[in-house]
């Protein structure tokens, strides 16, 4: 009889959330995700995604897509960590390359796209400083925006704990 209601309650759920079935698939090119499926057989909640490439994302999911908070892991050694939305990075989110420079702000449609500040590996962030408005990963307009890199920076931090969590 418990058995029976907590069966019920997980599958109710589950339907509830979108997520029914958690496991893993490997793709004929390679690709391998372990994580949370859709009754669509979308990937959908929570997942691990390696890409054929070397690319990893862990993060959440949505209809197939990298949608919410996640972390991407490229071959060549950068990162990004934030907000993705619809497979882009899109949101607040950090932007580390490969030889140290990182970008932490806004981000549209893969982008950086929005407020945000430019920090060079040597930890300086250029003169004059590269902090403002960038439009289309240019710095357009200067301007002093610490509560956006703040943003940024907490959302980054969320999407690490969620995915440390997570595995």
Not at 89 to 105: L, N, P, T, V
Not at 141 to 165: F, G, T, Y
């Amino acid at each position: 009889m418990l058995a029976e209601s907590l069966r019920r309650r997980f599958l109710m759920d589950g339907i509830l959330s979108g997520v029914v079935k958690c496991g893993g698939f490997r793709y004929d090119d390679g690709t391998r995700y372990v994580g949370d499926w859709s009754c669509r057989g979308q990937k959908h909640g929570m997942g691990h995604l390696l890409l054929s490439d070397g690319t990893r994302y862990d993060g959440a999911f949505s209809n197939g897509m990298c949608s919410g908070l996640g972390v991407m892991c490229f071959p060549d050694g950068s990162k990004y960590e934030g907000e993705f939305m619809q497979g882009w990075f899109h949101g607040h989110g950090i932007f580390w390359r490969s030889d140290g420079m990182r970008y932490e702000g806004e981000f549209r449609g893969g982008r950086i796209w929005g407020l945000g500040l430019v920090t060079f590996s040597d930890n300086s962030h250029g003169f004059p400083r590269n902090e403002g408005f960038f439009q289309d990963c240019r710095l357009i307009r200067k301007k002093r925006c610490p509560e956006v890199v703040l943003k940024a920076q907490k959302i980054a931090l969320m999407a690490r704990a969620q995915c440390d969590q997570a595995y």
